[in-house]
């Protein structure tokens, strides 16, 4: 069992920064794969960026690169998310999830994760 706890998000203008966080409790090895997902309201939950257990590999949705950056520190069991140059349509629910391993080419794939936090709101004024 993991449990997954996100924290950061809140209210920031466009062009602002925010910094997520994810700290995961119980069993660590379903966590060696993390990732970030978004869902707006009407829309389709999205994925946003991944990272493997050494920080060595990450992906990110095209939306989101350049800007966002995905980072652990496993010291403390926790994922972070660095989002800066915040548009208006980066507002959605953040969630962080957890899977065995890191994958390159299924890292968006909701499904393929095991555990899943709470979510916390960003929300980008323009």
């Known amino acids: 069992q993991v449990q997954l706890d996100e924290s950061g998000g809140g209210l920031v203008q466009a062009g602002g920064s925010l910094r997520l966080s994810c700290a995961a409790s119980?069993?660590?090895?379903?966590?060696?794969?993390m990732g970030w997902f978004r869902q707006a309201p009407g829309k389709e939950r999205e994925a946003v960026a991944a990272?493997?257990?050494?920080?060595?590999?990450?992906a990110y949705a095209d939306s989101v690169k350049g800007r966002f950056t995905i980072s652990r520190d496993n010291s403390k069991n926790t994922v972070y998310l660095q989002m800066n140059s915040l548009k208006p349509e980066d507002t959605a629910i953040y969630s962080c999830?957890?899977?065995?391993?890191?994958?390159?080419?299924?890292?968006?794939?909701?499904?393929?994760?095991?555990?899943w936090g709470r979510g916390t709101q960003v929300t980008v004024s323009s």
């Open positions: 999830a957890s899977d065995v391993r890191f994958s390159y080419y299924s890292w968006s794939t909701a499904g393929r994760y095991g555990y």
């Open positions: 990272i493997s257990w050494s920080g060595g590999s990450t």
């Open positions: 119980g069993r660590i090895a379903s966590t060696y794969g």
